[in-house]
């Protein structure tokens, strides 16, 4: 296999129904099982091919990539083999996404918890969320499938609590015709900041009365009847690409991953479905030789996949919740979409890695936002989504779930300046009562005005400045050297 040019190989891949088993050829625009209507795994029927290279081989030549002036394979298509090995390489679309920096905690924040941890900053992707790794692999395929039909026009529809928007539309104004971007919001429940992105980027933005769930009904009901694609979890696309977190934390850790505990918001349950996916292809291969233990977390306020995985095994049912309002708005979420994959990624990963191999945590409100300040207090730039699984780690070390071998790596969606409205609001203790958080003052920080408005008012600069630098020594009791 050579490390500088784009791959040859080039594996067969299907849509697999994980209700009646059905399949279906990769080359259309599917989403769900027109014989029941059941959610799709994506699988290359030649995966078992790639077991002829060894585990050492795939790891040698991930990390020869890792140095690669091909823009192709700059990003998350650095596991191309592993992933959608479909696409040609004029195919690919790469803005930047992946290989996001994993940040140990602060020596402080570390002993605060208890446990040795990092950050995996996905925030830090060119839409500033990780839904920048689906929509690379999406968006990849849709250039592949436009090319190879000669359409002229396809239209881009997704339902959005801000971070999946802001990724469409980045990503469809890059690629441009034949593709057009419109999203699809719930009116009044997503982020000054996160709506701007859309906006700016020209895309046609539509809001709905209702939450998340009401418009992702809205546009699976579109994607089943016109010749739209429909970008939310639902596409296996998208799930695949985002599959390159898995890839990228057992490449850091230099393929060791034995004793790591990921601790994944679950939101729609696509990030979960695809980490879990992306391990698991790891292990089959031999480039990891044992299984990490993954976390997933879930609000208080939006908790259905922990309430499933609370009842004992055998007497588990599934049922979609209402939710309450959120600071974890991306997890605002009462029937996930990819609920059916978790189930049946979870029960592989728990039959390869043990019982103890994948669970699920509760967490409130409370400390969610309160995680969230204190790992931003500790030099880290979490999220909503990042508070959530910070609370959840701390909730485990409570309860003595992990051990003092094992380390973990929380993954910080969203960038934090895309909640900075919830940050002023915990400053200012002005959350509506609904969200049931009473801010610690411990916590809080405000601007402090040192001299009244008009202090500069008739003074020069050498004179102001005096006066300025006194006000600064009497609040800070600064010392003359």
Not at 270 to 275: F, M
Request: hydrophobic share 40%; aromatic share 10%; glycine share 8%.
């Amino acid at each position: 296999m050579s490390t500088s040019d784009f791959p040859a190989y080039r594996g067969k891949m299907e849509y697999v129904c994980l209700s009646c088993g059905s399949r279906f050829p990769a080359d259309d625009l599917l989403y769900t099982c027109p014989q029941c209507g059941g959610v799709f795994l994506l699988e290359n029927t030649d995966f078992a091919s790639l077991k002829a290279t060894s585990g050492q081989a795939w790891r040698d030549l991930f990390d020869a990539r890792a140095a690669t002036r091909s823009t192709a394979l700059r990003g998350i298509f650095r596991y191309y083999e592993l992933m959608a090995p479909l696409m040609d390489e004029e195919d690919i679309v790469f803005l930047g996404e992946g290989i996001t920096p994993i940040v140990e905690a602060a020596a402080p924040l570390r002993d605060l918890v208890g446990l040795p941890f990092a950050y995996k900053n996905d925030g830090q992707n060119p839409s500033a969320s990780f839904k920048d790794r689906g929509m690379a692999c999406a968006f990849s395929y849709l250039k592949w499938l436009c090319r190879r039909n000669q359409w002229d026009e396809v239209l881009t529809v997704c339902a959005s609590t801000g971070d999946t928007s802001a990724a469409a539309a980045l990503y469809a104004s890059y690629v441009g015709a034949p593709l057009k971007s419109v999203v699809l919001l719930p009116h009044g429940k997503v982020t000054p900041q996160q709506l701007s992105q859309p906006l700016g980027s020209g895309a046609t933005v539509l809001e709905l009365p209702g939450v998340f769930d009401d418009c992702m009904k809205v546009v699976e009901l579109l994607a089943e009847n016109y010749r739209v694609a429909l970008l939310n979890s639902k596409n296996s696309w998208r799930i695949v690409g985002q599959e390159s977190y898995a890839y990228e934390t057992a490449q850091w850790y230099n393929w060791d991953v034995d004793g790591l505990c990921l601790f994944v918001p679950i939101g729609n349950a696509g990030n979960v479905t695809a980490i879990m996916s992306g391990f698991l292809k790891m292990h089959e291969l031999g480039i990891i030789s044992r299984l990490p233990r993954i976390f997933g977390v879930q609000s208080e306020h939006a908790d259905p996949v922990y309430r499933y995985y609370a009842a004992p095994e055998g007497q588990r049912q599934w049922h979609p919740v209402t939710v309450k309002p959120s600071v974890a708005q991306a997890a605002m979420i009462g029937n996930p979409v990819s609920f059916p994959r978790v189930q049946r990624l979870a029960q592989r990963f728990v039959e390869v890695g043990g019982e103890k191999a994948f669970q699920v945590v509760q967490v409130s409100e409370q400390e969610i936002m309160d995680a969230m300040i204190i790992g931003n207090r500790h030099g880290h730039i979490a999220c909503t989504q990042g508070g959530e699984c910070l609370a959840g780690l701390r909730k485990v070390a409570a309860q003595g779930g992990m051990n003092s071998n094992e380390h973990a790596v929380l993954d910080a969606t969203a960038h934090a300046l895309k909640f900075s409205g919830f940050q002023s609001m915990y400053f200012s203790n002005s959350f509506p009562e609904a969200y049931g958080i009473t801010p610690d003052p411990a916590l809080a920080n405000a601007p402090e005005l040192l001299l009244p408005e008009d202090a500069r008012s008739g003074k020069d600069v050498a004179e102001f400045a005096r006066l300025g630098a006194d006000a600064v020594v009497k609040r800070l009791g600064l010392m003359r050297r």
